[in-house]
């Protein structure tokens, strides 16, 4: 059966040649290409907002009210903390580092830093630019 059958509906989040990221509802995925095998999967309270498969195929992570990560080497991370809840983006910064961008209307904005092999974060700097105002589909950070 194929990929696109499989999970009719998924919402892409991030794609490789080998690997696809994506969420139906609030249920997100990272499925391989080659034989449709989900590798990983996680429920999440809204829909995820983003996501980032390394290039290497060693980690993805998945980003909403919660951050998951799958690592390929390693068991797999449940970030359930307060700080990182309610990621709006997400971008890529070293081969295994990432940005993480907290809810930018939120009563904490913020923008964090992770490592997906170790699991370890970090906040890098506070993100007050659009609290108090009205709600954007692009934001600038």
Not at 43 to 49: A, C, I, T, V
Not at 126 to 134: A, E, I, S
Request: overall charge negative; glycine content about 4%; aromatic content about 12%.
């Amino acid at each position: 059966m194929s990929l696109a059958k499989m999970y009719e509906g998924l919402q892409l989040l991030d794609e490789t040649d080998e690997l696809v990221l994506g969420h139906r509802s609030e249920d997100a995925y990272l499925l391989r290409k080659r034989d449709s095998r989900c590798l990983f999967e996680d429920n999440f309270y809204g829909d995820p907002s983003c996501g980032y498969i390394s290039r290497q195929h060693t980690w993805a992570v998945v980003a909403g009210e919660h951050v998951a990560v799958w690592r390929a080497s390693y068991e797999n991370i449940l970030l359930p903390t307060i700080a990182l809840q309610w990621v709006h983006a997400m971008r890529l910064v070293d081969t295994d580092l990432l940005e993480l961008l907290t809810d930018p209307w939120g009563e904490h904005p913020a923008i964090w830093r992770l490592a997906p092999l170790t699991g370890t974060y970090w906040k890098a700097a506070d993100f007050l630019t659009y609290q108090q105002q009205p709600y954007k589909d692009h934001i600038i950070w």
